[in-house]
């Protein structure tokens, strides 16, 4: 195994096991396990892995990656009590959330792989949903409701 594909296979293990909340502590877990890397190279392999950051109630912000996250219901239970609405028009779906968390709400949306759902588009408080043109609202819910149950109250 090249030294790349150790240091990548290692980060995802890392990831995965532990709320890592900054590229400092993720260097210093990787020399933990005997892996030596910059910053630069560090940022350049988390962009390569689309390591995204989400809000965690405790850490603030942590990494995930984009399939097969921390456990998603973990992460989603924290992220869905920020969503505050969600609304219809035609294929198009909004959802509403509380300032700065668009973003971390649309990451599990685009790696759950939602097959109603063709793209998402994130701003700071709103996510906006393109929906397939004959989508099946009771499948879609089903799939958003298990990623964010909190959506089930709204």
Do not use: W
Not at 29 to 54: N, P
Not at 99 to 122: K, M
Not at 138 to 146: A, E, I, K, P, R
């Amino acid at each position: 195994m090249n030294q790349k594909t150790q240091r990548l296979s290692y980060i995802r293990k890392i990831i995965r096991a532990e709320y890592i909340s900054s590229q400092e502590e993720l260097i210093t877990r990787l020399e933990e396990c005997g892996i030596t890397v910059t910053q630069s190279t560090l940022s350049r392999d988390l962009k390569f892995m689309h390591v995204a950051k989400v809000p965690h109630k405790e850490k603030g912000y942590i990494y995930v990656l984009p399939n097969g996250q921390h456990g998603d219901h973990a992460v989603s239970s924290n992220i869905s009590d920020n969503i505050l609405d969600i609304a219809f028009s035609r294929n198009l779906c909004v959802i509403s959330t509380k300032p700065g968390y668009a973003s971390a709400i649309s990451v599990p949306i685009d790696s759950r792989g939602i097959s109603e759902v063709l793209g998402t588009i994130a701003g700071d408080n709103t996510i906006l949903l393109v929906l397939r043109e004959d989508f099946d609202m009771d499948l879609l819910m089903g799939q958003l409701y298990d990623l964010f149950p909190a959506l089930k109250h709204l």
